[in-house]
């Protein structure tokens, strides 16, 4: 990450939110595309005490009667930016990060196989590397919360990429053994086993590590993912605004089981609405006529 940081030539700014204060940056290394993300982070509880003391650089600074404000700059004892790269970056990784105008789309289950499953299909093997590396313990093995090889209901848990490592925050991902659970869409009766061995783990799980109550989490699947291969994504509730929690992109886990345990088929017959950037392919090849 280093080099990558060292080398990045800033060529773009792909999107930029000011209330997250989250930047996505493109960038070129010996010729590919490169994606840098910084996110200003939370104060560390440690460095609070010491935010007044630290303050130097007071520009702008404005007072009337008892209110005073202005723009300081605070030399921090921790580190204050979570930054991720991605290189080389693929052109989806681009149009995942650009800004731009998201829609809402009811996958019926004839748009999901004449359009989805072959976009699908079409996706490079590479794309999820990351995660076989995961799986076959030669990335991240450190980080492993969990692990059980059975193959057919067993699965990794740890740190989401996402995660601050604080526990409001709470961020992590369990990502199934098996490779044929390609989304939501893939889902039955058969695979019943492993999502209820997910979610108990997962309850147990954060219940001995980190002390929460299963009432404190969110455990959820994305439609549409961004890999498809089959993960879960569990969440601490007071992390309200985790990215990706929003309707139209977050199935609660224990919904998809009773759904299953209602219905065999059911994501095979439902309609799954899901948003969707306009510059993503899938959503052209939804819309183009
Ligand atoms: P998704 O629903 O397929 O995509 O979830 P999205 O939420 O990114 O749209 C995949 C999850 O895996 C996300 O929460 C990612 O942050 C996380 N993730 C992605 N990568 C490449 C990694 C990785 O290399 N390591 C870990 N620990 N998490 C990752």
């Not at 919360?145 to 961020?171: A, C, H, I």
Request: glycine share 4%; aromatic share 10%; proline share 4%.
């Amino acid at each position: 990450m280093e080099k990558v940081l060292d080398q990045f030539q800033f060529e773009r700014v792909l999107s930029h939110d000011p209330r997250s204060k989250l930047v996505h940056i493109l960038g070129r290394i010996n010729g590919e595309h490169a994606i840098v993300s910084f996110e200003k982070a939370r104060y560390a509880d440690t460095d609070i005490p010491e935010l007044a003391s630290r303050t130097c650089q007071l520009v702008d600074s404005n007072h009337n009667n008892i209110y005073g404000w202005g723009m300081g700059t605070v030399k921090l004892a921790t580190a204050d930016t979570n930054i991720k790269t991605i290189y080389p970056a693929t052109e989806l990784h681009i149009r995942k990060y650009e800004h731009q105008q998201r829609h809402m789309i009811i996958e019926t289950p004839d748009m999901y196989k004449q359009i989805t499953l072959p976009y699908i299909q079409s996706l490079p093997a590479e794309r999820i590397q990351w995660v076989f590396n995961i799986l076959e313990g030669k990335s991240e093995a450190d980080r492993v919360l969990y692990r059980s090889n059975d193959r057919e209901t067993g699965f990794v848990v740890l740190p989401d990429m996402k995660w601050d490592g604080t526990q409001e925050s709470l961020y992590c991902v369990a990502i199934a053994m098996r490779s044929d659970i390609l989304s939501l869409r893939s889902l039955n009766r058969s695979h019943l086993p492993l999502l209820k061995n997910i979610r108990d783990t997962a309850y147990q799980l954060v219940k001995d590590k980190y002390g929460m109550d299963k009432d404190l989490l969110r455990l959820f699947i994305h439609y549409q993912p961004s890999y498809y291969h089959f993960h879960v994504h569990l969440t601490a509730m007071s992390f309200a605004d985790a990215p990706g929690v929003v309707a139209g992109q977050a199935h609660l886990l224990d919904t998809v089981i009773d759904n299953i345990e209602l219905y065999d088929d059911y994501y095979q017959r439902a309609k799954l609405p899901f948003t969707i950037g306009e510059r993503h392919p899938l959503y052209l090849a939804h819309t183009s006529p």
